[in-house]
């Protein structure tokens, strides 16, 4: 499982110098190893980060930070 913020994963596509790891790299490792991404986002702002990032696989989930210790709980339970 990996946990992070919107702004340490995502970076305008101008900003990323050549060889650079994108969100999609990411994205990718997380779906190949089916390794669980929680975005830790607050709810207010979810619709808004979503839209930064295209084709969110389904282990790629944005959290509360008020939930996220749940969500660790639960993801480490069911794995």
Do not use: W
């Amino acid at each position: 499982m990996r946990i992070g913020h919107v702004h340490k994963v995502y970076a305008p596509h101008d900003s990323v110098p050549p060889g650079g790891v994108t969100y999609q790299d990411i994205f990718h490792v997380c779906r190949t190893f089916d390794t669980p991404l929680l975005i830790e986002v607050h709810n207010g702002l979810r619709d808004k980060a979503e839209t930064l990032v295209a084709d969110i696989p389904d282990v790629v989930e944005f959290v509360d930070p008020a939930a996220m210790l749940s969500k660790v709980r639960d993801n480490l339970e069911n794995k």
